[in-house]
């Protein structure tokens, strides 16, 4: 019997030790937005990414994207778990709207303005040749807002244990 506690004992240990370090690097993580590095995206790309993101989810009286980590979550969602065949494909769409932006604009993606991006687009709407990277973007932002904590908590008022 006493062998059996022993080993409930180090099983519950070793379990709390797992448990700790996983904490401790879940709020490492918690980087500023200057100091993430992405994982699938250039840090230009990424930066043009999350000002397209923050054209969508603007900041109001509601959390924007950038505040919310929309970006970060896009940058590993894609890096992570999509295939590689879904990463060509995203990377062909996205490098399309990039050197449209470029050509256009005369700037390269990293030194531009949200008032550029929107300016270019809400001029663009009806360009088809990036219609399917931006409503990629679209979906994938707006997938990242309402299921991020705050906004399901705060706004959305998801309960997890309902009754209560």
Known sequence: ???RKLLKGILFGSSGL??????????????S??????????K?????LSQLC?????????SGAITLKIPQFIDILIGESYTIDEQKKFTEKFKILVSDYEQN????V???SLEDI????????KNLKNKSAIDEIRGLTVWGFKTSKEIATKILNYNPIPGY
């Open 54 to 62: 923050e054209i969508i989810i603007p900041e109001t009286d509601s």
């Open 18 to 31: 797992v448990l700790s370090a996983s904490t401790i690097n879940l709020l490492s993580s918690c980087e």
């Open 118 to 125: 929107l300016n270019k687009f809400s001029t663009d709407f």
């Open 1 to 3: 019997m006493k062998r």
């Open 44 to 48: 230009p790309n990424f930066w043009f």
């Open 105 to 108: 604009n005369k700037k390269s």
């Open 33 to 42: 937005f200057e100091n993430y590095k992405p994982i699938f995206f250039s």
């Open 110 to 112: 990293g030194k531009q």
